[in-house]
């Protein structure tokens, strides 16, 4: 049984950047997907990035490419999430996920761990 814990939310003003972390324990040596997905106020969740734990491919959803990276620290099993130029819109609950299967598409089902989330809002 795998267990994520979300760190590193907080409130910005819009241009500005935050880095989240996601530590993974309960899972030694464990290959497949890392995610970040993100739940807006009244809005559907919605894919971010992912990593593949095993070689660092990495994929990203459409509306945070350029701006967002993801990355990982196989040392500290710990996932991280560098945002840059941060929009209101990106102001949501973000959530980290685990998940067996490659490709890392960003797919919640495709997720069978998930942690409990971290706020991020970004006043304009």
């Known amino acids: 049984q795998m267990q994520l814990v979300e760190s590193g939310g907080d409130s910005v003003q819009a241009g500005g950047s935050l880095r989240l972390s996601c530590a993974a324990s309960?899972?030694?040596?464990?290959?497949?997907?890392m995610a970040w997905f993100r739940q807006g106020l009244g809005k559907e969740r919605e894919g971010v990035a992912a990593i593949y734990s095993g070689g660092g491919s990495t994929y990203y959803g459409d509306s945070v490419k350029g701006r967002f990276t993801v990355s990982q620290d196989e040392a500290k099993n710990t996932v991280y999430l560098q945002m840059n130029s941060l929009k209101p819109e990106d102001s949501a609950t973000y959530y980290c996920?685990?998940?067996?299967?490659?490709?890392?598409?960003?797919?919640?089902?495709?997720?069978?761990?998930w942690g409990q989330g971290t706020q991020v809002t970004v006043s304009s």
């Open positions: 309960g899972a030694t040596n464990w290959r497949g997907c």
């Open positions: 996920a685990a998940g067996p299967y490659m490709p890392c598409y960003l797919v919640g089902s495709r997720y069978k761990y």
